[in-house]
């Protein structure tokens, strides 16, 4: 999860497959909140994964620090039991850590799409 404040500067683009790259317009006083893989996958794609990155504003200085955590290499993730039920199933097999961790390095931003359509978990480093 980013959380971002843009302090009315604008560089923050997210992607859309149909259009490409959108600059979100920065609005006074709020909060933007771009969910990622790991919130992606315990939601069963409830909460969905955006790409956004951001981009040089010459006209504006604008200060950016990232802090990134995630859980110990050997935990299982996997989409939330009560997210899960007969009519819904899970899109996403469990695997740990570590192993979302070697696909997102090699698959970068397809990495959600390779271990969903993994037929098993030997695909997956």
Same mark, same amino acid.
């Given at each position: ?8 500067? %604008?560089? /923050?683009?997210?992607?859309?497959? $149909? ?5 979100? @317009?920065?609005?006074?006083?709020? &909060? ?33 620090? %990232?802090? /990134?955590?995630?859980?110990?290499? $050997? ?5 939330? @039991?009560?997210?899960?039920?007969? &009519? ?38």
């Amino acid at each position: 999860m980013t959380i971002l404040y843009q302090n009315n500067t %604008a560089g /923050l683009q997210v992607f859309r497959d $149909d259009v490409g790259w959108i600059t979100v @317009p920065p609005v006074p006083g709020s &909060l933007v909140v771009n969910v990622g893989d790991l919130l992606h996958i315990l939601t069963n794609g409830i909460f969905r994964s955006v790409l956004h990155r951001a981009r040089v504003n010459h006209l504006r200085s604008r200060f950016s620090m %990232a802090y /990134l955590w995630g859980p110990p290499s $050997d935990q299982m993730i996997s989409p939330l @039991p009560k997210l899960v039920n007969p &009519l819904q199933s899970p899109l996403y097999p469990s695997l740990t850590w570590k192993q979302y961790l070697a696909t997102k390095a090699i698959h970068f931003n397809q990495s959600l799409s390779f271990i969903r359509n993994c037929l098993s978990l030997d695909q997956i480093s």
